[in-house]
């Protein structure tokens, strides 16, 4: 048993609102919150916790071997870096892993995150195999790869297994056939998709995904929604115009209404992105109560837009967040990010309050991955994060605005399953998430001259 | 005399870019860059500095006073905090400062600018009075405060003097009477400022500047002009729509156009915001020569919108960036934010080149506030930046680009005028920023309920 006593807290409010306490005493057994009350100075086995505490982040979208192009993306020999600079670095990272690989800069990468406060992960996993599609022995090697590392991290991992099996669909509607990059995603049919699936050993916490409507065929997404039975599904979702252009011409529908005619879009759907959509698109999400992962960091790097994430929300989606490609680690600047993109996009500011970018951060990010974080309430997971809030950041700022002002650069402590696993940037049992990137991407690039 | 010896450098080109170099020694002596060359084992008074060193940054456009909103303005108790609940936080903070209120607020936010890396600042100053308009005993005393300020925190000031003599342009036309708050702001009449300005001490570098088309009548700007000479004259333009009706109905000319009638567009005049243009707006300013001062963190937070950036540089602009109201001290966030908005207004990556924006955070930034600085070449000011390039955050970017994945909390070390002045985010003559922030926002907002 542990107390964290903590001089300020967001606590779960009546009406799932956050509520600002403090002093507190947050008592936790078994990786559990067993009781929150004032201060009892009676109590043994106190640690302090300065600053603000609130639940912990989880990253509802991750590629996490995109960690690779962060700072590569950005020129070529040619100017400036394009659409197919960063493309091409993605697939020249894709090409070089291996499982033994993966397994380190995977390792580094989550130690980064929890490092920034985040303790759950969603991790849309594609790449399955090995060059040229070549099986490894245990066709699931590269997930389990990522199980390992997350563990090792002291990172609650659910692996979206990816359904990948086009290459995009062509002219005439056809699905494309996969290019040679694309070979390691692909499982070659849906059934041998499920076979894989279906062997993933259960302690892992998996969901599935279609990894978009370009890349698997309306025909077989079906198979996805039933092997995902309780699970949620998560979805890349109209990301950039193409896709919608695409899809229009192949089906006569927007990729939404593919989805929902596939029976894809409910209640644990996520998805993801979700930037170029119609009024309809808006209700069939809104009124189905899907989840949306909108990655605002991600969206301006690669020049996707500003989605409708407040539409979303008031037609009865969910929102939380995912860092998608690694191109900030971040939570607090992601939850930043989904307010200012609003904000730039229709010229009006409060868009959300600050508590609703709090809980799309942290409650709504744990929930579409299936995990129970994410509230500071009895019963829950004792994963909480320490701000700080007298850093050249932070001072000034009301606590319930620290959203709009904090950085990961401000994570004092994270308490991951009631125990602490970072302090001020450093993983405990990892070490500097810094020097542990600069080996896995050191050993990486060491060929490159991209 | 002090020789940097720098493992990597961002080095002056022979066309002006920025060239990596490295290892590098950068001798300086009497504050200046007297020899750039390669290693030299013989040299004694050597300071090693690891990762990358760049120029210094410069804050072409700084409310320094608006730090004291970070954090506060968006929630009211009425719920998200929009426009105005900005505005009346704004105005209570303007109300509450005095000389010596503003100069601890200041002496700690430029603290914090010189350990983000900010060597230089152009502080537009409009906050001249006592309440009611009351003038101090020296009607330049918070002006005075703000370089004492600058000059403890070995922040190099241009002062830039802000006539503010409308509250707003009314439905004929006519310049509307200040309000309350806005006493504090206005001279009374342009010869008034112009007196005000004149008897500013010659120790203090100062330019010049028409706060808006809103606040200043037409018939005034010319004495503005004459009184800039060969100094700078700053103008915030059209960074709302309502500023563009509002100009168009008094004068049927656009806010640049008013400007350009009025002699106010040049190779020294710099721009702010320059949110909403005309296709004429964008020719005028690019064949003027003028800078821009960008500020995206401010135009998001305010939802202002996306200024034509490119298309601006395109047309023969210089593209600078600002932090305006210290919503984040980050050039480098800055920077990003510049490349981030252009992709999500256009779809398009790689609108600016990284050095493009390494440019625009440094020598453009420097230039346009009258300052020498932001080069790394002989014969330029000494003040220059070391960034980390292992840190959870940089581990794995190539140099050249981490101006789009460092922050301010990778500035290890920052030199101004030869002298280290900051180290790991603390500044070595006042200390931790946080603290210093703390102790004077504490005392301006202690009797606050906002």
């Known amino acids: 048993m542990v107390v964290f006593r903590c001089e300020q807290a967001l606590l779960d409010g009546p009406r799932g609102e956050y509520v600002l306490a403090g002093p507190v005493d947050i008592t936790c057994d078994n990786g559990v919150i067993t009781a929150i009350g ?13 600053g603000l505490v609130t639940p912990s982040f989880a990253d509802a979208h991750s590629h996490v071997f995109h960690r690779a192009l962060r700072g590569r993306t950005h020129e070529s020999a040619d100017g400036p870096g394009d659409f197919w600079t960063w493309r091409d670095v993605m697939y020249s990272a894709a090409e070089k892993l291996d499982p033994e690989g993966l397994f380190a800069l995977s390792q580094a990468a989550y130690a980064e995150m929890v490092c920034a406060g985040v303790t759950a992960v969603g991790e849309f996993h594609y790449l399955h195999h090995g060059p040229d599609g070549r099986r490894y022995t245990d066709p699931n090697a590269m997930g389990l790869a990522l199980a390992e590392a997350a563990g090792a991290a002291s990172l609650d991992l659910t692996l979206l297994d990816v359904a990948y099996l086009a290459g995009g669909i062509g002219s005439s509607g056809e699905p494309l056939a996969l290019n040679r990059v694309q070979q390691r995603f692909g499982d070659g049919s849906i059934g041998a998709w499920a076979d894989r699936v279906a062997a993933i050993p259960a302690t892992i916490r998996t969901g599935v995904a279609i990894h978009s409507v370009r890349a698997v065929p309306a025909a077989d997404m079906p198979t996805i929604v039933a092997a995902a039975g309780d699970r949620w599904l998560h979805v890349h979702l109209s990301e950039q115009p193409a896709e919608n252009d695409a899809t229009l011409a192949a089906y006569g529908l927007t990729p939404t209404q593919v989805l929902e005619r596939a029976g894809a879009i409910g209640p644990r759907t996520a998805a993801v992105h979700a930037t170029h959509l119609s009024a309809a698109d808006i209700e069939i999400l809104g009124t189905g109560g899907a989840s949306i992962v909108m990655c605002p960091a991600t969206e301006a790097d690669l020049a996707d837009g500003i989605g409708p994430a407040r539409e979303l929300a008031t037609a009865g989606a969910r929102i939380s967040l995912g860092s998608d490609q690694h191109v900030v680690t971040d939570p607090i600047a992601q939850a930043r990010g989904l307010e200012y993109g609003e904000r730039l996009a229709t010229g009006i500011r409060g868009r959300f309050t600050p508590n609703e970018l709090w809980r799309a951060a942290t409650v709504d990010s744990h929930r579409c991955i299936g ?4 509230r500071l309430a009895v019963g829950a997971p004792a994963d909480l994060v320490a701000l700080r809030t007298n850093s050249s950041r932070t001072a000034g700022s009301r606590s319930e605005q620290l959203i709009m002002s904090a950085s990961a650069a401000d994570v004092a402590v994270v308490v991951a399953k009631g125990r602490v696993v970072a302090r001020d940037g450093v993983h405990l049992a990892l070490g ?19």
């Open 371 to 374: 995990s129970a974080g994410g």
């Open 432 to 450: 500097d998430p810094g020097e542990l990137l600069g080996r896995a991407l050191g050993e990486l690039w060491k060929d490159a001259n991209l």
């Open 38 to 50: 004032p201060v009892d100075p009676s109590s043994t086995q106190v640690q302090v916790l300065d």
